[in-house]
């Protein structure tokens, strides 16, 4: 959803059509323009199809459970769909998420089968980055044998100044504690951490190579779950497929109220700020919740196989 399309002043007819987005979550219309969404059943509460496809097909399907309805067959035209912009498979995947967002009580589903690395060890691994001040101020991970959850160990290292060597320090020793685990499955969500230690890597070669980054991230053993998993083999019955909208789905309960990566770059300019313990605290437990979250996402997926 985009930020200019809040509620138009109530004297003005004409106003921009709501459309859900990434950046919805931190709009302060949030709540607003949801419940117009919700209210007119709009397409762009699929995920990924967003305002510019919603607009090329809304004359002839309107709202997600009329396209859930539909025949997707019936807008084909010859190998392209009638619609500009958008092909026939992705018009296919576009229908079978409309079809679990109009189903009560849809399940996520399997479209593909996913194969997990055979480790008995298992690290789930998130990182908070400030780009303002260009540093990755924390690694947390939460390391599981056997797929024990009760005998899991949390492990964090985070960067007690705002300083190239306090960054190196928590880098380094991250680094360190990863390679002490090996041969373990690494799990993380998107490509966040990949890239930062990428970055990490350039900026402090002599903690590790560019070719020790590569071998750690190697898809035989570290899984991006977002882009590997969810987007390539699973549906889910959702708007979006965050990590905190599928996990919420699934039943977890950030500790925090607001919880965001925005929300604790926030905190972090603070805890610079102040050296307040219970702020550096906060920190600690929403990168925990984010990881504990990862793991319940990857355990949910195992059992679609």
């Known amino acids: 959803m985009r930020c200019t399309c809040g509620p138009s002043p109530p004297t003005v007819r004409n106003h921009t059509r709501a459309a859900y987005s990434g950046a919805c979550k931190l709009c302060h219309w949030y709540s607003a323009c949801i419940e117009r969404l919700r209210a007119t059943d709009d397409l762009t509460l699929i995920p990924e199809l967003g305002s510019s496809k919603r607009d090329v097909m809304i004359n002839r399907l309107r ?3 009329e ?7 019936a807008f084909l035209d010859g190998k392209k769909t ?3 912009g958008i092909g026939p498979d992705t018009l296919a995947k576009f229908h079978m998420r409309a079809k679990l967002l109009s189903t009560k009580d849809a399940q996520p589903v399997l479209r593909a089968p996913v194969q997990f690395p055979a480790h008995d060890r298992e690290l ?11 540093i990755c101020y924390l690694h947390g991970f939460v390391e599981r044998k056997g797929c024990d959850n009760t005998a899991e160990t949390v492990v964090a290292f985070f960067a007690y100044e705002c300083t190239p060597e306090s960054e190196k320090a928590a880098f380094a020793d991250a680094w360190n504690y990863m390679r002490s685990k090996r041969p373990c499955a690494i799990y993380y969500y998107s490509k966040c951490e990949r890239t930062i230690y990428r970055k990490l890597q350039e900026k402090y070669p002599d903690v590790c190579s560019g070719e020790e980054i590569e071998e750690l991230f190697d898809p035989a053993h570290a899984i991006d779950l977002y882009n590997d ?10 708007w979006d497929f965050s990590l905190k909208t599928l996990a ?22 603070r805890w610079v700020k102040t ?3 219970a702020i550096r605290q ?17 355990d949910r997926i195992r059992n679609l196989n």
């Open 282 to 298: 906060r920190i600690l437990d929403y990168n925990e919740d984010d990881y504990r979250a990862t793991r319940l996402l990857s």
């Open 229 to 238: 998993v969810v987007k390539k083999a699973t549906e889910w019955p959702t």
């Open 82 to 84: 009638v619609f500009p």
């Open 67 to 73: 396209f859930a309805a539909s025949n997707p067959d």
């Open 248 to 269: 919420t789905y699934l039943g977890f309960k950030w500790r925090d109220t607001h919880p965001s990566s925005a929300a604790s770059i926030e905190w972090f300019d």
């Open 124 to 134: 789930f691994f998130d990182i908070e980055v400030d780009p303002m001040r260009d």
């Open 275 to 277: 050296g307040d313990p």
């Open 63 to 65: 709202t997600v459970g």
